[in-house]
């Protein structure tokens, strides 16, 4: 009988990607990433322990929405004074915050039965910027071909 492996903390190794958004579709990006920050990518991947890698993220504002999502797809939120709701569509954020959108895509990606800590932490290791430039370049980061990976990655226009 094999027994199970299970990492310890001092057994884990984080690598660090990058990948470029350019027109590629939102939730096949977020699912993606949200792979490779829990670390299912791996085959010493352990679901209580954080053994995902860091992933940078450029170009999120020219990351694509398919369909009519970009007019039609709103969000709300509550400011907490009388009257006070708020709603922004997925266009509006793509243009105002184009980072928080692909953050929160990821986030909801992370799914909803991991510990709300971990899932924080693990989110830490997610690095999204509007444009071209990241502040990462001394990690070397090993730059993943999303769009090239599946035909479906990326919206033709």
């Not at 990006?29 to 085959?43: D, E, H, Q, S, T």
Request: net charge positive; proline share 3%.
């Amino acid at each position: 009988m094999v027994a199970t492996k299970s990492l310890k903390k001092c057994e884990l190794d984080a690598k660090w990607y990058l990948i470029d958004a350019t027109d590629c579709t939102l939730g096949r990006l977020a699912a993606y990433v949200a792979n490779i920050l829990r670390g299912k990518n791996k085959p010493t991947w352990t679901p209580n322990m954080d053994c995902g890698d860091h992933v940078i993220i450029i170009n999120a504002d020219k990351v694509a929405l398919s369909g009519t999502k970009a007019d039609k797809t709103k969000f709300y939120w509550h400011t907490t004074y009388p009257g006070g709701i708020k709603e922004r569509t997925l266009g509006q954020m793509r243009a105002e915050k184009p980072t928080t959108l692909v953050k929160n895509a990821v986030k909801r990606m992370m799914g909803r039965r991991t510990a709300v800590a971990l899932a924080d932490k693990r989110l830490t290791k997610l690095h999204v910027y509007a444009g071209s430039e990241h502040k990462h370049a001394a990690q070397n980061p090993t730059v993943i071909d999303f769009a090239g990976l599946n035909r479906k990655n990326k919206r033709g226009e």
